[in-house]
């Protein structure tokens, strides 16, 4: 026998009936069992604890230091050569407007609610990408695979990116005190080069010729750092072994990074997410300053509507929201996964994805006013001022460097910043991907994750080589849109979507969350999740494929018909990880096909420590409420409330308070 005091001060729904009971003490002799803590884990929000952890055990993947590690970890791995590389040159290829439009439509509906769901799901699991999807659905565990082979494959070439910008930062002291690229006078130049303000004896022979000239700035990047052949019909040609070599520097120094685990970097990360900023800010002042600026600006903003006719503009605006944000690649669960339990992961989501945003538009803005700057100084228009591909950074902000004073000491300081923001986000997709193989066999890899850690980049390293050929860049350009892109990327997306929103339940999730947080997420997260985020993908998927288009490099290249090939076979070898494990699991597993299929689409979820204490936690609150109830009716309505009801208790409110004597 018990004396229970209860004071009971918020709202309930049951069934149809409201109760709303304040400052009423109810005092009664009570029969009620009192609750035990000893009792079996109840399944709360379909998530099942099947592995008996002690609470105050040491954690072995380690933990951020403090919350803004995690901040700007976020930030970090989000902010990069995403957003400062590849949006302008997608934004320049896709006519500028029309491509914003689709961007905005994807970060709405299907980026800021993923890159949320992501990182909490990281957080409640306290696990990485592979092992991810396949708790909440053992049936589609592919889709975890799948993610672990996009993020392989652009941890391959996104280093090329970083030993391009090793190059050009060397470069700086090569000509001192002027810079390599503002000169038409290197060995690697050719007739066709004219600097703006030289003399005009040679330009006019070429305009009577009827020859395009091109730019020392254009030279020295096709000719001098890719030391580029006419296309893969010549095939990789020999090695650019500079190249070579800033790649095995680029990826020494994403080694030295993560060689003690992403958490243990949370001091570099405060530095590396803010100080690009500062130089951004600096350049874009010059920027919207050049002659030409305005011109650039408008045809950045201007809307060519017959692009959104196009499948790839959809393809390119949805999937650069997902590649910008790092969603579908493992990288972001890795990060939420080092955070305690109850962290706050909301706010800094949504800090992250409109600090990504801005770093979109305000590098459109740096590119765009250089662009324009280069229309005029060439008196071309936008569309033919450069031949848009994945150098194009390479060619805008070198050049705008040139009008600076003091311009090698500019160029190093421009050329850190992208070296930063690509190492940022190299070594954090790297841990993404070590994260996610080691949580998959802990008990084979954690004790010796160094050893593994080295050996997968001497993989990458070797993987990467082909890239550093003289058609290397043709091999990068398919990598990024047929890899780590494109259809492949939507794909990932979207299973993972579904699983979340529809095997698992969005509502289950938001449980998910609320125990972590404390607050249950707005309707809004829970109908992108469920409805809005997987039409959006699905209709771009579609409308993508029936409008398919391969890709080219620039304006004027087409890949020959076995490159393509290659390109989709790319795209397929992640992509085909989810119907092909959906069948292996239906084959493998006793029973009968559709006992595998019941079975796979139940969640068998590992909990961490701090979950499993929040769902005893959430028991205890809702057995209260149930013993609660239950003196109300028998003191006022007399109505019984067992235990198999409380399914059918819903709150109106996040907290009540329970006071006992």
């Known amino acids: 026998m018990a004396k229970k005091t209860k004071n009971i001060v918020k709202t309930y729904e049951f069934g149809q009936l409201n109760v709303t009971l304040e400052d009423d003490n109810i005092s009664e002799e009570s029969d009620e069992p009192e609750f035990d803590e000893n009792d079996e884990p109840i399944v709360f929000g379909g998530?099942?604890?099947?592995?008996?952890?002690?609470?105050?055990?040491?954690?072995?993947?380690?933990?951020?230091?403090?919350?803004?590690?995690?901040?700007?970890?976020?930030?970090?791995?989000?902010?990069?050569?995403?957003?400062?590389?590849?949006?302008?040159?997608?934004?320049?290829?896709?006519?500028?407007?029309?491509?914003?439009?689709?961007?905005?439509?994807?970060?709405?509906?299907?980026?800021?609610?993923?890159?949320?769901?992501?990182?909490?799901?990281?957080?409640?699991?306290?696990?990485?990408?592979?092992?991810?999807?396949?708790?909440?659905?053992?049936?589609l565990k592919g889709v975890g695979i799948a993610c672990m082979i996009l993020l392989f494959l652009l941890d391959i070439y996104y280093c090329v990116i970083i030993a391009w910008t090793f190059f050009y930062l060397i470069a700086t002291f090569t000509a001192l005190p002027g810079l390599p690229w503002d000169t038409c006078e290197g060995w690697w130049n050719t007739e066709m080069c004219h600097r703006a303000g030289d003399n005009l004896t040679s330009l006019a022979t070429n305009l009577l010729n009827q020859t395009k000239t091109t730019t020392p700035v254009e030279e020295f990047w096709e000719r001098r750092v890719l030391q580029q052949n006419a296309g893969l019909e010549y095939g990789l040609g020999g090695l650019q072994f500079e190249l070579v070599g800033c790649l095995l520097l680029s990826w020494v120094v994403v080694?030295?990074?993560?060689?003690?685990?992403?958490?243990?970097?949370?001091?570099?990360?405060?530095?590396?997410?803010?100080?690009?900023?500062?130089?951004?800010?600096?350049?874009?002042?010059?920027?919207?300053?050049?002659?030409?600026?305005?011109?650039g600006l408008a045809y950045y903003v201007h809307v060519d509507w017959s692009k959104l006719l196009e499948g790839t503009t959809w393809i390119d605006g949805a999937t650069q929201i997902f590649f910008a944000y790092s969603i579908g690649m493992g990288s972001l669960p890795a990060l939420g996964s080092y955070n305690k339990f109850h962290h706050n992961c909301v706010r800094d989501a949504f800090i992250t994805c409109v600090v990504n945003t801005l770093t979109c538009l305000l590098a459109g803005v740096l590119v765009f006013s250089i662009l324009g700057y280069m229309s005029h100084i060439q008196e071309t228009t936008i569309h033919d001022v450069v031949n848009s591909g994945p150098g194009l950074v390479y060619l805008t902000y070198p050049d705008l460097v040139l009008s600076l004073p003091l311009s090698p000491l500019w160029s190093f300081i421009f050329f850190v910043m992208l070296l930063i923001l690509g190492v940022d986000s190299e070594f954090c997709a790297v841990e993404g991907l070590v994260t996610g193989i080691v949580d998959n066999w802990p008990d084979k890899l954690l004790k010796h994750r160094k050893k593994f850690t080295i050996g997968l980049c001497v993989l990458l390293f070797t993987l990467?080589?082909?890239?550093?050929?003289?058609?290397?860049?043709?091999?990068?350009?398919?990598?990024?849109?047929?890899?780590?892109?494109?259809?492949?990327?939507?794909?990932?997306?979207?299973?993972?979507?579904?699983?979340?929103?529809?095997?698992?339940?969005?509502?289950?999730?938001?449980?998910?969350?609320?125990?972590?947080?404390?607050?249950?997420?707005?309707?809004?997260?829970?109908?992108?999740?469920?409805?809005?985020?997987?039409?959006?993908?699905?209709?771009?998927?579609?409308?993508?494929?029936?409008?398919?288009?391969?890709?080219?490099?620039?304006?004027?290249?087409?890949?020959?018909?076995?490159?393509?090939?290659?390109?989709?076979?790319?795209?397929?070898?992640?992509?085909?990880?989810?119907?092909?494990?959906?069948?292996?699991?239906?084959?493998?597993?006793?029973?009968?096909?559709?006992?595998?299929?019941?079975?796979?689409?139940?969640?068998?979820?590992?909990?961490?420590?701090?979950?499993?204490?929040?769902?005893?936690?959430?028991?205890?609150?809702?057995?209260?409420?149930?013993?609660?109830?239950?003196?109300?009716?028998?003191?006022?309505?007399?109505?019984?409330?067992?235990?198999?009801?409380?399914?059918?208790?819903?709150?109106?409110?996040?907290?009540?308070?329970?006071?006992?004597?």
């Open 47 to 139: 998530v099942i604890d099947i592995e008996d952890k002690e609470s105050n055990a040491p954690n072995a993947r380690g933990e951020w230091g403090n919350d803004l590690d995690f901040l700007f970890a976020c930030i970090s791995v989000s902010v990069g050569l995403g957003n400062v590389w590849r949006f302008p040159y997608l934004c320049y290829k896709n006519g500028g407007g029309a491509f914003l439009i689709v961007y905005f439509i994807a970060m709405i509906f299907c980026g800021i609610p993923m890159f949320f769901q992501e990182v909490a799901i990281g957080q409640y699991l306290g696990s990485g990408g592979m092992t991810l999807v396949a708790q909440f659905c053992p049936l």
């Open 255 to 295: 080694y030295a990074i993560i060689s003690k685990g992403l958490h243990s970097s949370g001091k570099i990360i405060w530095f590396t997410a803010l100080f690009p900023y500062a130089v951004m800010a600096v350049l874009l002042v010059r920027a919207v300053t050049l002659e030409g600026a305005m011109i």
């Open 464 to 661: 990467g080589v082909p890239m550093c050929t003289q058609g290397g860049v043709y091999l990068f350009q398919l990598m990024d849109f047929y890899a780590c892109s494109g259809m492949a990327l939507l794909w990932v997306c979207f299973f993972q979507t579904v699983v979340i929103g529809w095997v698992f339940g969005a509502d289950k999730f938001s449980d998910c969350v609320e125990q972590m947080t404390g607050v249950r997420p707005h309707m809004f997260w829970i109908l992108c999740w469920k409805y809005f985020a997987p039409a959006v993908m699905l209709a771009v998927f579609i409308f993508y494929v029936m409008s398919y288009q391969p890709v080219t490099y620039g304006k004027d290249y087409t890949y020959p018909s076995w490159a393509e090939g290659l390109g989709l076979c790319l795209s397929f070898s992640s992509m085909a990880w989810v119907p092909g494990y959906a069948v292996y699991y239906l084959a493998t597993q006793p029973g009968t096909v559709l006992q595998n299929l019941k079975t796979g689409m139940i969640p068998n979820i590992t909990l961490r420590p701090e979950a499993r204490e929040a769902q005893k936690l959430q028991k205890k609150k809702l057995g209260d409420a149930v013993s609660m109830l239950n003196l109300i009716d028998k003191k006022k309505a007399g109505m019984k409330v067992s235990e198999s009801g409380v399914g059918l208790l819903n709150r109106n409110e996040s907290e009540f308070e329970l006071g006992q004597d």
